[in-house]
């Protein structure tokens, strides 16, 4: 989406939408704020939709505009069908329509005009026929909201796959570290490889068995003597 200076794009392209024979131009647009004109060709009707991440006001402009919320007519002919001499009875009227709000549109012979008076939640104006939900204008729009949603689902799979990826290296790393010994770790095997382990008593040995000698426990060989001798062993 194009920056804005002073409310107005800086690109004119990005200030013109077209879907089939409807037509919308940013007259407004200062984030989160925007105003947008939409152009209807005579004797249509939306299917119903909503705009999720939008609050908008409708307001009527010209020509003859209906607009049902949910199953009521809340602008009708009674305010935008001309009299004789072809002045609406009152223009101007507005409906709000909040953030999801599920609504639908048509104009009569004369086709009409309507501005969006928005505040986008998300902060980034841009056409309504763009945050649709719903049933598609035409089979154009129908075609556009297909490939946003396929460009959606492909940045979601995205997502998804450099989460899987993320997730599966740091298993691998605690993998790792898991089978690196420590310097301990490493003493204790080589040990255990040697026959090594816990320091024993030394034993006496008598025939087949084997005695701890318990008037030297502690293992260490001492000097004795011969009794009638001097010898010293």
Known sequence: MQQSHGGVPTSVH???ARVGDYTGLILYRQPPF???LWIIPPNTESPAHSHPDVDIFLVHVCGEIKVWVGEELVLG??????????????????VRLPPGQVHRAGTGPMGGAFINVQHWLDGKPRF?????EGGALNEEHKKKLEERLNR????RSLRETSESSRLEAMLISRRARGTQASPADSTRRLSDDFGGGPSEPVTERSGDSSTVNAQNPSGRLEPSVIPGSTTTL
């Open 128 to 132: 309504t026929s763009d945050n649709w």
């Open 77 to 94: 002919p009674a305010q935008t069908v001309p009299d004789k001499n072809g002045v609406t009875k009152s223009n101007g009227n507005f």
């Open 34 to 36: 925007q105003v947008e």
């Open 152 to 155: 959606q689902e492909y940045v």
């Open 14 to 16: 990005d200030g013109i």
